[in-house]
């Protein structure tokens, strides 16, 4: 059961005074006359999504101020409404199922009652079924996602991917109909069955090397009956397309960091890569690599030529993609696309993540995959033109991709784009550290700086602002050795900054105003209690005449918060969250 702390709950409500909104995390009602139907769509929503916290008892047409009429009694009866509605046993009256673990609970803002649900995500429970759904309106229609703030029913074939997320798919064991093992490629097969044969495997044992058909049944390459499995043509067939016109890798260069909305403009570059599996691999991995540039390493008397991407990461992206997408009939249709634009490269397939895997635990190497027959043979066969086979062992991809990544200089791997029925992995060119931004660094005092610390300031530079956790997810680095990072560039003035941030840039060269007196500002406040202009100023001992461009500039960088308009007496500063 998850429950909402008290420095969260103000956190939320501050981030949604700030954007004066609800957001993809959180949702308010005043629910001041009755508990609205609408909040069962938003506890669907946040259970088949990311989780998320529910708020009763706050006016979103008065930026989100205790709503007037929400009294004790009427957080009692709401929370009596919501554990009603939230009781899965046989004499309950359940409103979703199946029912989060989670319990109302009371709170105040601003020293008025509210009540809080907090929502946990089902995505990791494999022991329970999925999707959550509102009773009264079925599976169909009553089946919701969380986008930004809104609660958006699923398509029914995002409802398919969820009821299958852990049911192992069949597809690629079953028979393609109409072909024998003569369409299989006897080059191809008789590869695979020599590399397994002089490797450790006793996967072979027992079987004679004449025998090409018991083989290839004990692979699952071939049915009970002989007819080539899905996996076994896909993987070894000349032409897979011949039936599975789909099954291709989508290459398209674009000429900026977004797909062109205008149908006349032409790509930059297109290959549709076909073929049997390991060669679709090779050529989309060869589609992409022409189109990135390289860049000149020197250590010491030697000098090298690098891709901006590593390679085998581009390949590891694109066999999992392949590897792991849906092959079911309700996504036969779609393609594994490879889309290059000039900041990044994005690997998208159909099927969304499987299992237990959610974008916050894929980097840990769970050994799970949608496509268990596939999987394994791709982990056999060898890769058309060099050594190797086409997929590295059960887990290991993922990891292997950040740790590359991040011994390149670029930010991990980034899977959140992914959606329930597509996973997408952005991976970042050049990363932070392109031409311009190292010349950037290199202009800065106090060089030459080590990579983490080239990175965080490219990272600043690029976003604006970043946070402690920000830092952790593009570099792999520890809490605690990110704040050891952070002060020793706050100390040498590149960076502004406290506690789990936000930092901004301090450079001087950037036009930034000098450090000591927005630090002095900082230093007075706290994301909890705010401060009007006029305690500031006691506190820092400046003039309001001083204070008030400081505090615009402070506000506008994102390190603090305003409470109300510029123009309200009540205006007030927080320190951001």
């Known amino acids: 059961m998850t429950t909402v702390n008290a420095d969260d709950l103000h956190q939320h409500v501050a981030r949604m005074r700030r954007q004066r909104s609800d957001d993809a995390s959180v949702e308010a009602k005043a629910a001041v006359r009755d508990l609205p139907k609408s909040i069962w769509d938003t ?250 540039r390289h860049r000149r390493i020197t250590k010491g008397a030697l000098a090298e030529d690098i891709l901006e991407i590593p390679e085998d990461v581009l390949r590891e992206a694109i066999t999992n993609a392949v590897m792991h997408r849906d092959y079911s009939a309700h996504a036969q249709g779609q393609t594994v696309a490879v889309d290059i634009y000039q900041d990044r490269v994005e690997v998208g397939n159909p099927g969304g993540l499987y ?35 086409v997929a590295e062992a059960a887990g290991t991809g993922v990891p292997r991709m950040i740790n590359a990544m991040r011994q390149q200089g670029l930010p991990a791997p980034d899977y959140d784009a992914t959606t329930i029925d597509r996973v997408t992995v952005k991976l970042s060119r ?29 990272l600043t530079r690029r976003d604006g602002k970043v946070w402690v956790v920000d830092i952790r997810r593009n570099l792999g680095l520890d809490s605690d050795d990110v704040r050891d990072l952070l002060g020793e560039l706050v100390a040498e003035g590149l960076l502004i900054g406290m506690n789990d941030g936000p930092y901004v840039l301090a450079d001087p060269k950037l036009g930034m105003p000098s450090t000591g007196a927005r630090w002095e500002v900082l230093s007075v406040l706290d994301s909890r209690e705010p401060l009007k202009i006029q305690e500031i100023a006691e506190q820092t001992g400046k003039s309001l005449s001083a204070l008030r461009p400081l505090l615009r500039e402070l506000v506008g960088d994102g390190l603090i918060t305003a409470t109300a308009p510029p123009t309200s007496r009540n205006r007030a500063y927080l320190l951001a969250e």
């Open 43 to 292: 506890v669907s929503a946040f259970a088949n999504t990311d989780g998320g916290t529910i708020i009763l008892g706050l006016d979103e047409r008065e930026d989100f101020q205790p709503a007037k009429g929400f009294t004790e009694a009427v957080a009692k009866r709401r929370i009596d409404a919501l554990i009603s509605g939230l009781d899965a046993s046989p004499q309950g009256s359940a409103k979703v199922a199946p029912v989060p673990d989670c319990v109302p609970e009371r709170d105040t803002v601003d020293g008025r009652p509210v009540v809080v649900l907090n929502v946990p995500s089902l995505r990791e429970r494999l022991d329970i079924d999925m999707p959550c759904y509102v009773i009264v309106k079925g599976i169909l229609n009553g089946s919701f996602k969380r986008m930004d703030d809104h609660d958006v029913r699923l398509s029914p074939y995002e409802v398919h991917v969820l009821r299958t997320r852990r049911i192992e798919d069949p597809t690629d064991r079953e028979p393609v109909l109409g072909t024998t093992i003569e369409d299989l490629n006897p080059q191809s097969v008789d590869r695979l069955l020599s590399e397994l044969r002089s490797s450790s495997s006793h996967i072979l044992d027992h079987i004679n090397k004449d025998d090409r058909e018991t083989a290839l049944k004990r692979l699952n390459i071939l049915t009970s009956d002989g007819v080539p499995t899905f996996a076994g043509y896909a993987t070894l067939a000349p032409y897979p397309q011949q039936e599975f016109p789909r099954l291709v890798v989508d290459v398209a260069v674009h000429p900026g960091t977004q797909k062109a909305q205008d149908t006349n403009v032409r790509f930059l570059d297109r290959q549709v890569c076909d073929g049997p599996i390991p060669l679709m691999v090779e050529d989309a991995v060869s589609a992409v690599t022409r189109n990135l």
């Open 355 to 389: 299992g237990g895997r959610t974008i916050t635990n894929i980097d840990e190497g769970l050994p799970v995959s949608r496509n268990k027959v596939l999987a394994n043979l791709l982990r056999s066969v060898p890769r058309p033109h060099s050594r190797g086979m």
């Open 430 to 458: 050049f990363g932070l550290l392109d031409p311009d931004v190292r010349a950037w660094l290199d202009s800065l005092p106090g060089g030459p700086r080590n990579t983490a610390a080239d990175s965080v300031l490219a």
